[in-house]
Every structure is written in structure tokens, then in C-alpha cells.
């Protein structure tokens, strides 16, 4: 059974960068198309990219566009979402969730199986 474990989150300032991992345990990453996500308070759980399984190619939401990528490194089993430019209203618990049935990949949340726990990012000064 696939197991998703996100890190990488924490508290930085406005125009900082993180990077957020996203790593696998039980079957390849490979095998599956991967989304990153995110939820702030009170707002419903928003799709920001995906890698898709096959020929790696990915999708973004407007409202990281240019400022977020993600990439996969296959011998880590490991997905990576690099989060440049960051402002307040990225701060969000964020996680990353795969589907073995989607191909090309796609960003709404419902349409993956698996999720991880999450991981915290606050966007302050």
C-alpha cells in the first residue's frame, strides 16, 4: 500500500522560498500521477500542481504559476514542490496526494485516492 509523508514546511518570510517533499513508501512514485494541495482556514482544499505518471508532465493553478514547480526524483521516490516569490496568502497546511488512474494528471483534489498527513507553511514577517 502507498504511503505519502510530506516535510519541508515551516515559517518564512514574504518573498522567501521553500521547498516541500513529498516522499513515498510501499510502491513507486512512478506509477502514479502526484498532486500537491493545500488548505488554509476556512477555505476548501485548493489543487496547485501535478506531475502526471507517464511522461512527467505538469499542470498549475493561476495562482502559483511561475512562482511554484514541481518535479520528481524517481530514485528517491520522492515529488518536490519548490515555492519561490511566497506570500501571506500561501500560508496553508499543505499536502500531496496520488492517484494510480489519472493520466494526464489533474488538479482537483477529489480526484485522488491518497493522501498524506500535511505539512505547515506560514508566510509571515
Known amino acids: 500500500q502507498l504511503q505519502l509523508a510530506e516535510s519541508g514546511g515551516g515559517l518564512v518570510q514574504p518573498g522567501g522560498s521553500l521547498r516541500l517533499s513529498c516522499a513515498a513508501s510501499?510502491?513507486?512514485?512512478?506509477?502514479?500521477?502526484i498532486g500537491w494541495f493545500r488548505q488554509a482556514p476556512g477555505k476548501e482544499r485548493e489543487g496547485l500542481s501535478c506531475?502526471?505518471?507517464?511522461?512527467?508532465?505538469?499542470k498549475y493553478a493561476d495562482s502559483v504559476k511561475g512562482r511554484f514547480t514541481i518535479s520528481r526524483d524517481s530514485a528517491k521516490n520522492t515529488v518536490y514542490l519548490q515555492m519561490n516569490s511566497l506570500k501571506p496568502d500561501d500560508t496553508a497546511v499543505y499536502y500531496c496526494?496520488?492517484?494510480?488512474?489519472?493520466?494526464?494528471?489533474?488538479?482537483?483534489?477529489?480526484?485522488?485516492?491518497?493522501w498524506g498527513q500535511g505539512t505547515q507553511v506560514t508566510v509571515s514577517s
Open positions: 496526494a496520488a492517484q494510480s488512474r489519472l493520466s494526464p494528471c489533474v488538479l482537483p483534489p477529489t480526484e485522488y485516492k491518497d
Open positions: 510501499g510502491r513507486p512514485l512512478d506509477y502514479y500521477a
Open positions: 506531475i502526471s505518471r507517464s511522461r512527467g508532465s505538469t
